[in-house]
């Protein structure tokens, strides 16, 4: 049969697959990550409730929607039960154009201290 490891002693090892070949997932795992999506929300309006300001406010709200948005890729986007190279596919660009904008935001920080000390001493 398609779609089963046998071992040697000819037990089935693999989740028995439905004839249509999709693989159904127990509603369980949804409403999990339902309620800490929820939970992770309520954290998020809670930063803007207790009047954190500056760096810690954005480095909080910015945690809280990374890890928000890494729940539904992995799950409501079926990223967690896909095949490596295809996360990898969708995982790695995103996170190479961030190492970039951090690059992009601490050359351009050079360039206006260096812009500032040379048109300042003149």
Same mark, same amino acid.
């Given at each position: 049969?398609?779609? $089963? =490891?046998?071992?040697?002693?000819?037990? &089935? =090892?693999?989740?028995?697959?439905?004839? &249509?070949?999709?693989?159904?997932?127990?509603?369980?795992?949804?409403?999990? %990550?339902? %309620?800490?999506? #929820?939970?992770?929300?309520?954290?998020?309006?809670?930063? &803007?409730?207790?009047? #954190?300001?500056?760096?810690?406010?954005? /480095?909080?709200?910015? $945690?809280?929607?990374?890890? !928000?948005?890494?729940?539904?890729?992995?799950?409501?986007?079926?990223? !967690?039960?896909?095949?490596?190279? @295809? /996360?990898?596919?969708?995982? @790695?660009?995103?996170?190479?154009? +961030? %190492?970039?904008?951090?690059?992009?935001?601490?050359?351009? =920080?050079?360039?206006?201290?260096?812009?500032? =000390? +040379? #048109? &300042?001493?003149?």
């Amino acid at each position: 049969m398609i779609g $089963f =490891n046998k071992s040697h002693k000819g037990q &089935d =090892n693999a989740r028995e697959m439905p004839a &249509d070949g999709h693989q159904a997932h127990p509603l369980k795992v949804y409403f999990i %990550v339902w %309620v800490w999506l #929820f939970i992770l929300s309520a954290c998020s309006y809670m930063v &803007d409730f207790m009047s #954190f300001q500056g760096y810690l406010r954005w /480095t909080l709200i910015l $945690f809280f929607m990374i890890v !928000k948005a890494g729940l539904i890729l992995a799950f409501f986007m079926h990223i !967690k039960w896909e095949r490596l190279s @295809l /996360t990898y596919a969708v995982l @790695l660009p995103p996170i190479a154009v +961030f %190492v970039f904008v951090a690059i992009m935001a601490v050359e351009s =920080n050079y360039t206006v201290f260096t812009r500032f =000390n +040379f #048109f &300042d001493g003149g």
